[in-house]
Structures are given as structure tokens and as C-alpha cells.
């Protein structure tokens, strides 16, 4: 199954994880991440570990990401 997430969560990670980069993350940046996590795996009824996991994936190896999601795609129009 594949996890949704939103474009919000998308742009806390990427905030998120440039100021982890920079060794400058913030408590109110780590728990915005947190909350925006649990609210929309509560939302869309999805594992939070999972909804975490995934936009942890996406944003920190955008490149794995894209080649995971060519495999994909690829595998689906075999179908």
C-alpha cells in the first residue's frame, strides 16, 4: 500500500531536515514535524510509523525515492 502525504508534511521535513544539516534543528521545528506526522496518519488512517518513515524517505533520499517510484510504475503498467 502506498502512504499519502501532503505537501505540508513534505515542506516540514525539508525545513526540518535542512536545519539538521545545518546543526541548527529547533524543538519547534521537531515537534511540528511530530504533530503534523500523528495528525495526518490519524487523518488518513495510516500507521504514524509508517506516514513518518516514508516522508523521512522521501525527503532525506529524494533520488532513491524517484527510482522506487520508476520501479513502480514500471511493475503497475507490466500488470
Partial sequence: MA???????????????????AKALTVDTAAAVQAAITAHAAATKQSRYDVEAEVK???????????????????????
Avoid: C, G, M
Fill in 57 to 79: 524517505f522521501r525527503v532525506r533520499n529524494p533520488e532513491a525515492y524517484e527510482e522506487r517510484e520508476r520501479k513502480r510504475r514500471e511493475a503497475a503498467a507490466k500488470k
Fill in 3 to 21: 502512504i499519502n502525504l501532503s505537501d505540508e508534511l513534505i515542506h516540514l521535513e525539508t525545513k526540518a531536515w535542512e536545519e539538521i544539516q
